[in-house]
Each structure stands twice: as C-alpha cells, then as structure tokens.
C-alpha cells in the first residue's frame, strides 16, 4: 500500500494525502439528473458526491440507467464548470481533455441493465471553487440533468471524534435450542465455540515444553485458543504429507464438535492473481499477465468452493475472511504497476465477487469481506471512496449486499481495539488537535473500535443491511508489558500523543514483525453493539515477513519494511527504522522469538 503509505494484513501501510496541519473537510454536491416519465426511459439518473481538501478532492459517481440495457460498454460523459483535473480513478477508464470528461465502462462490466447502476470514483485536484457538474450524458443521451438540488444532501455521518466503545460484554445467555444443523444464523460465532488447529496447537505445546519454566506454561496456555487458516496458495487446499489441508481442518473440526455446540472454524481466502500489489513479503503464486485471474477462479476458488459444500460439514459453521488487502490497494495504490494491472484488469473486483458467489452459495459458510485498519483507510479521503468500492463490488455478486455477513478490520495487524489514554482525537492540547500530531496526521481514527463502528455506519448509509457484523482481529494487538502507558500529558500534541498511546510502533505505517507487541484480547463474542467478534486471524506464531532475502516457491519477496535496520520513506513510515524483528523467515512461517515477546507483552496478560 504505498505510493501513499502502507497498508495492513500482514502489513499496514499508512495513506495521508495530507500536508501538516491541514484537515479534511467533508463536502457533498448531488446531481439528480431525470425528466418527464418518458424522456427519462432514454435516460439516466447520476449521483456525484465529492469530499475535498485544500485543492485536492474524491469524486464518487454512480450512473443508473433508465433506458434500454447497455450491452457493448457505457460511456459516462460531462464538463467541469471550474478548473477541476481528474488524476487516477477506480471501476472505470476515465479521460479527460480541457474541462470535458469522459468515463468508459471497465472491460470486465462492459453491461447495465435497464435500472442497473454502476459506480466509479476518482481523485482530482481544481483551483477556486470546485463546482459539481450540471449535466451528464450516457452513450450520447442526455441525463435531463435540470438543476442540482437547492439543498446539499446529507452526507453519510463519519463520525471525526470517535468516543470510547463500552465495556466489552461477553452475552449472558445463549439460545437453549440451537437452530438446526446448516441454519445460516445472523452471527456463527454465537452459541459456538471455535476451531482450535490442531498442528497450530500442537506446534505451540512443543514450544512451550522446549522453553520451559513460567514463560513455557504462558506459551503453552495460548495453544488452546482459536485460530485462522490461512488459504494462501492452491497447494494448500489439498495439503501435503507435512501440512493438513483445507479437508484436513475440517474434519479436525468436526471431531471438536461436542453435543449440539457448532464449532466455528475460520479460513482466510488469500490467493487473488497480483496479490498484496503494494507490497512483497506476501505476494502470491498468480498474476494478472499470466492468466491469474481464470485459474484463481477454477484451480482455486472453485475446490475450495467444493469442499465446503460437502454435505459432511454442514454442521460446522465455516467463516471466510475474503481476500486481505485487495480492495483497499485499489483505492490508496493504483498508481504503483502491479496495482494498476489489478485495476484496469478486474482482477480484484471480479476475483472477490467470483469468491463471494461461490462461498454465498453454501449456507453454512460465512463471508466476511477485508477492510483494512484504521491506519490504513482512517482519512476521510480513503474511507468514504473505500465505502464505496466495497459496496458496489458487493452490489455487483448475484446476492447483491446479502453475499457478505460483514466486515473484518486489522487482519494480521497490529492497531488497538482501543487508545484508552486517547479517546478523543479533537482533543486540544497547545491550541492543536489531538490528530494533529505526528504519529496520527490528522487521521481521526486512533483505534479499531472507532474506525470499524464509522466503517460500519458509513457501509449502512451506503445501501447495506443494518444487521451486518464486524470483526476485528485481536492476535497480535494487545500492546502489554511493563511499558504500557497508563495516562497521558504534555504540552504539545506529540508529547502528549507519545506519552498516552499504547501502540508503541515507531510509526503507524510499520507493519512487519513489529518489535514490542503482545496478544491482543481472547476471541469473544459479540464485545460491542455491530460486531460479531474479536477473532485471531493471524496465528500470532507466524512471520509477516523475511528479514533477508530468502528463496521460496511461493512467490514472496523480501521486503525491506522487514529489515530492522531500513529507514523507509515519508510516505510509508515518516522515515523511521521499521521496528521489525530481526532474523524474521518467511511470511507464514514459525517465527519464535516473536511468539515468545507476544505471549511476555500480552494484554490482557496470561494468567
């Protein structure tokens, strides 16, 4: 996740687009374009809603059409009224020659169907005022665009000054006839209890016997919690002779099944063709030049697709965590080579909706679509156009917003649930916003809980069902040990800011192996109004990323953001040293001295 900073799974790039000191403002501009009854048939209705800073601003636009299906591409044409120039766009080829604009239809959803409605974005900068267009056409026909609106529409409400989550409840009862055995329930992680790997565990138990002492029984006592499996490659589906598959888990699973309790097991689908665009440590076995797209969807999603709908496991309830990072890369990173390919190819959009199809289908398996971290998306300039990339590629699967059971922030990260010594980031300290200070530029969002709540409420104001859940991937976000500040003070917004917070990263932007971490929070269920549950993605004993470069067959790189003694760039990290672990392997592998700092730095402690 770079041109722009970084980004979070196993890494957590940072996107500002932001000077020093200056702060986003939220503005709206809606056209509402439509005649009579019947010109409108030959027409179209288009939304354009823009959030500007300074002499920068995201356009959204959505185009539906009220005439005949298009077939063979749409072409979305209007003039600037200022001196307004389009820079990079998403979901569509946009071009533009002096104040004239015009925006094709991307190859991979060249229809739209009578009533049908595609969406679109772009960044832009202007000079002066910054004027919504007055008119569109679609395919040469006029929009009978009329005049916008004497009055702005709301804005979806995000809230700038995120307040403290109350107090993490775990539900006092549980439904005393649960439902019948493949029922899709509004949350599987209630009434259920989760999947503990058993070659994670018992990894962990050979650890924890070869240390020893009160350090080996903490490590040991961790191995009974739940974990992710991680799909992140087609070889993994069927597994090998050292390393049980996607039947394996499975079947693990239904022999944990006591009585009429579910068990709930957790896969991350993680092998998109240009995987992990913006980064190396994790990039993947597929790519778009060389037919990715075609055989993530037939050697790779397919099996898994078969497999889950196997009549055996209908008793378990399956989550699938789809595709980290993918998304979010085509808002912060399309300028970077790999991104774009993803972008103008389809991949990204397409390989998600492919997956969302196939894993909807079964109705014990559960969808929960990646959404970065605060850290990542937290600016109001990435939120609202990652709202609404997400939302249209959902809009887009045959279930339309009913493919997906929710969202899943902090994948393999390492941002906190809460900043309790920082809860409000408009706070004034020496006449500065809280947000104001180095380590946050003008993000808004310290945490999870409040980013995933502003996530969750802006997915809602955008066309989502209300009952969607979050999760929030606690592994490795505990922040504990004997430095965990307990108040914050100073004069200044960075004293103050450094002295309080509990992420003790050198920079937000700094994701790999990050040195001083701990266990976050235990999975739990239901911890706050709209979340289903804090779960453990990330099995906390495996490395984000190599140190050095270290030859694999699985396509990953070696990224220095896992080299302890680079500096990286302003945009990616302000510069700092990386705070990474030294002598890292590869990602996904069993890095040792990092498991043993998370279990000594847990929070809660291990008890």
């Known amino acids: 996740m770079t041109p722009i900073p970084l980004r979070g799974n196993k890494k957590a790039w940072l996107f500002s687009g932001l000077s020093g000191g200056t702060a986003l403002v939220l503005a709206a501009g809606l056209v509402l374009a439509g005649g009579t009854e019947a010109s409108a048939a030959a027409g179209c209705q288009v939304g354009y809603t823009v959030n500007q800073w300074d002499t920068g601003f995201t356009a959204n636009v959505s185009v539906t059409n009220l005439g005949v299906p298009i077939t063979a591409g749409w072409t979305l044409e209007w003039d600037f009224a200022g001196n307004q120039q389009v820079q990079q766009g998403w979901s569509a080829t946009i071009g533009q020659a002096g104040k004239h604009v015009t925006a094709k239809s991307p190859s991979w959803a060249p229809r739209l169907e009578t009533s049908g409605t595609a969406g679109f974005g772009f960044n832009g900068s202007f000079t002066g005022a910054n004027p919504a267009p007055s008119s569109f056409t679609l395919n040469g026909v006029a929009c009978n665009g009329g005049t916008p609106p004497t009055t702005t529409p709301t804005t979806p409400t995000i809230p700038t000054t995120p307040t403290t989550p109350t107090t993490p409840t775990t539900p006092t009862t549980t439904p005393t006839t649960p439902p019948p055995a493949g029922t899709h329930v509004g949350n599987p992680f209630d009434g259920a209890k989760g999947y503990v790997n058993p070659d994670w565990s018992g990894e962990v138990a050979a650890a924890a016997a070869a240390k020893g002492g009160a350090l080996g029984t903490q490590m040991a006592k961790v191995g009974n919690t739940s974990t992710a499996v991680w799909l992140d490659r087609i070889a993994a589906i069927e597994?090998?002779?050292?390393?049980?598959?996607?039947?394996?888990?499975?079947?693990?699973?239904?022999?944990?099944?006591?009585?009429?309790?579910?068990?709930?097991?957790?896969?991350?689908?993680?092998?998109?063709?240009?995987?992990?665009?913006?980064?190396?440590?994790?990039?993947?076995?597929?790519?778009?030049?060389q037919d990715g797209l075609a055989k993530y969807k037939s050697q790779y999603v397919d099996p898994i697709a078969a497999v889950l709908a196997d009549p055996k496991y209908a008793g378990l309830r399956i989550v699938t965590v789809v595709e980290p990072d993918s998304l979010p890369n085509l808002i912060t990173n399309a300028s970077m080579a790999k991104c774009a390919e993803a972008q103008s190819s389809g991949a990204y959009v397409q390989g998600v909706q492919y997956a969302l199809n196939k894993l909807h289908a079964i109705s014990n398996v559960y969808t929960y679509v990646d959404i970065a971290h605060s850290a990542w998306l937290g600016w109001d300039s990435n939120l609202g156009p990652a709202v609404n990339l997400i939302t249209q590629t959902i809009k887009g699967t045959t279930a339309g917003v009913r493919s997906v059971d929710g969202f899943i922030s902090d994948t393999a990260n390492y941002t906190p649930i809460t900043e309790p010594n920082l809860p409000d980031s408009n706070l004034q300290v020496g006449g500065q916003p809280l947000r104001s200070a180095k380590i946050y530029q003008w993000n808004p969002y310290f945490s999870e809980a409040a980013f995933g709540t502003a996530m969750y409420n802006a997915f809602v104001a955008a066309g989502m069902p209300s009952d969607i859940g979050m999760l929030i991937d606690t592994s490795r976000n505990g922040w504990g040990g004997a430095g965990r500040p307990t108040g914050a003070s100073g004069s200044t917004v960075d004293t103050y800011a450094d002295s309080g917070r509990i992420d003790r990263r050198l920079h937000r932007g700094n994701w790999c192996n990050q040195s001083g971490a701990g266990l976050g929070a235990r999975p739990q269920v239901s911890p706050m109004p709209h979340f289903d549950a804090y779960v453990w993605i990330k099995p906390p004993v495996e490395s984000d990323g190599a140190s050095k470069q270290i030859p694999n067959d699985?396509?990953?790189?070696?990224?220095?953001?896992?080299?302890?003694?680079?500096?990286?760039?302003?945009?990616?990290?302000?510069?700092?040293?990386?705070?990474?672990?030294?002598?890292?392997?590869?990602?996904?592998?069993?890095?040792?001295?990092?498991?043993?700092q998370l279990v000594q730095n847990a929070y809660p402690a291990i008890s």
């Open 239 to 289: 597994g090998s002779a050292t390393a049980r598959g996607l039947r394996g888990h499975l079947d693990a699973a239904l022999a944990q099944q006591s009585g009429s309790t579910p068990v709930v097991a957790e896969f991350v689908i993680y092998d998109l063709p240009n995987r992990d665009c913006a980064a190396l440590a994790s990039n993947g076995e597929l790519t778009v030049a």
């Open 554 to 596: 699985e396509g990953k790189g070696f990224d220095p953001m896992c080299d302890p003694a680079f500096h990286g760039g302003d945009q990616a990290n302000g510069g700092n040293l990386t705070g990474a672990l030294p002598d890292s392997p590869l990602s996904g592998k069993w890095f040792q001295a990092q498991f043993e």
